[in-house]
T-cell receptor, first 109, second 114 residues
Framework: GQNIDQPTEMTATEGAIVQINCTYQTSGFNGLFWYQQHAGEAPTFLSY????GLEEKGRFSSFLSRSKGYSYLLLKELQMKDSASYLCAVRDGDYKLSFGAGTTVTVRA | ETGVTQTPRHLVMGMTNKKSLKCEQH?????MYWYKQSAKKPLELMFVYSLEERVENNSVPSRFSPECPNSSHLFLHLHTLQPEDSALYLC?????????????FGPGTRLLVL
């Protein structure tokens, strides 16, 4: 199976920046996704990286290094509504998508 | 109408009951998925359907039986479940299967097996 690791929990203050790291070991690679999931709700798509580098979307950015099997999701200017679980998911060489256990981010006033 | 809907949102059932979960997608997608999400664990892919044909079945016990009557609807039939089957069951869809398409998730059915 695939191995995807991300921290279990992170806490940050409103207005701050938080970086959620994800490391993976897969058989082949066909892209990495980040999803946001609020408690009791569906995961929603945040970003997709298939090439090395940084993808920026407003307050959220995602970085990928394929040689290091590493990605991070950067959340800037944190807001209370950003409190959620953030899921890293990797598509392997057979296009199978595997998820990490998720990182619960708590934003405090 | 939201993209992917699931009913019921919550379900409590005994181990001898038979129930079904329903998923409907309004996105014109060709692939649909069932996932199981247990507390503090990664999402586990259960089944994948592409153009109404099952293309993946990831060692799921036979007490879970999927059905895909058309490309917009997906069911998960439940029979003689165990308490450890209590979890959030998520349905997702994507434009096609086997490429880099994003999956869109429904809100899930929270299942409790007593």
């Amino acid at each position: 199976g695939q191995n995807i690791d991300q921290p279990t929990e992170m806490t940050a203050t409103e207005g701050a920046i938080v970086q959620i790291n994800c490391t993976y070991q897969t058989s082949g690679f066909n892209g990495l996704f980040w999803y946001q999931q609020h408690a009791g709700e569906a995961p929603t798509f945040l970003s997709y990286n298939v090439l090395d580098g940084l993808e920026e979307k407003g307050r959220f950015s995602s970085f990928l290094s394929r040689s290091k099997g590493y990605s991070y999701l950067l959340l800037k200017e944190l807001q209370m509504k950003d409190s959620a679980s953030y899921l890293c998911a990797v598509r392997d060489g057979d296009y199978k998508l595997s998820f990490g256990a998720g990182t619960t981010v708590t934003v405090r006033a | 109408e939201t993209g992917v809907t699931q009913t019921p949102r919550h379900l409590v059932m005994g181990m001898t009951n038979k129930k079904s979960l329903k998923c409907e997608q309004h996105l014109g997608h060709n692939a649909m998925y069932w996932y199981k999400q247990s507390a503090k664990k990664p999402l586990e892919l259960m089944f994948v359907y592409s153009l109404e044909e099952r293309v993946e079945n990831n060692s799921v016990p036979s007490r879970f039986s999927p059905e895909c009557p058309n490309s917009s609807h997906l069911f998960l039939h439940l029979h003689t479940l165990q308490p450890e089957d209590s979890a959030l069951y998520l349905c997702a869809s994507s434009q096609d299967y086997g490429g880099g398409e994003t999956q869109y998730f429904g809100p899930g059915t929270r299942l409790l097996v007593l």
